[in-house]
């Protein structure tokens, strides 16, 4: 009896986690889009065509995860569409790495870091 009474606390436990990880964006994956957005910062500034180009891949792979997000969360087209637009220059971006284009891939950064502060401006809470 006692034990049923634990398994129900622990579900429904359960439950408000995965609700609150759904009404609020994970931290950690900003922390980790930060970290993978400074790095291909530097290595685009170095040159370092490789290590730029899987950056670039990393943080594809993160706006993926946060336009999914965006959009099973529903009600928020603006932060779908930053997402998608900061996928998309992730692409431009090893496209330019990949023709050894490093000025074009600078200006792709740096609007891929423009849409980071719009978003931001529209989402962030604090
Ligand atoms: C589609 C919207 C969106 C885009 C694009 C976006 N972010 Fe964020 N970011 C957020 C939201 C929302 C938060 C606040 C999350 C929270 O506090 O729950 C946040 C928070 C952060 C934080 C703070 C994390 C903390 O501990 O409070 C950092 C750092 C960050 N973002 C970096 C970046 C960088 C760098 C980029 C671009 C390469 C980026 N973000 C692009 C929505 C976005």
């Given amino acids: 009896m006692r034990r049923s ?3 129900i606390a622990t579900l429904l436990a359960l439950a408000g986690g ?3 990880a759904q009404e609020e964006l994970d931290t ?3 922390h980790a889009i930060e970290d993978a957005n400074k790095s291909l910062a530097s290595n685009i500034a170095t040159k370092q065509a490789s290590e730029a180009s899987s950056d ?3 943080l594809a792979d993160w706006f993926a995860k946060v336009q999914a997000y965006y959009q099973t969360k529903g009600d928020a087209p603006d932060a ?3 997402a998608r637009k900061s996928g998309g220059l992730t692409q431009q971006i090893r496209q330019s790495i990949d023709a050894k284009d490093f000025d074009a891939a600078t200006a792709s950064a ?3 870091s423009r849409t980071c502060k719009t978003c931001h401006n529209f989402y962030k809470k604090s």
Wanted: glycine share 0%; charged share 20%; proline share 0%.
């Fill in 5 to 7: 009474i634990v398994t």
């Fill in 18 to 20: 995965v609700q609150s």
């Fill in 28 to 30: 950690d994956w900003m």
């Fill in 56 to 58: 670039a891949k990393e």
């Fill in 80 to 82: 779908v569409e930053l």
């Fill in 110 to 112: 740096t609007a891929l």
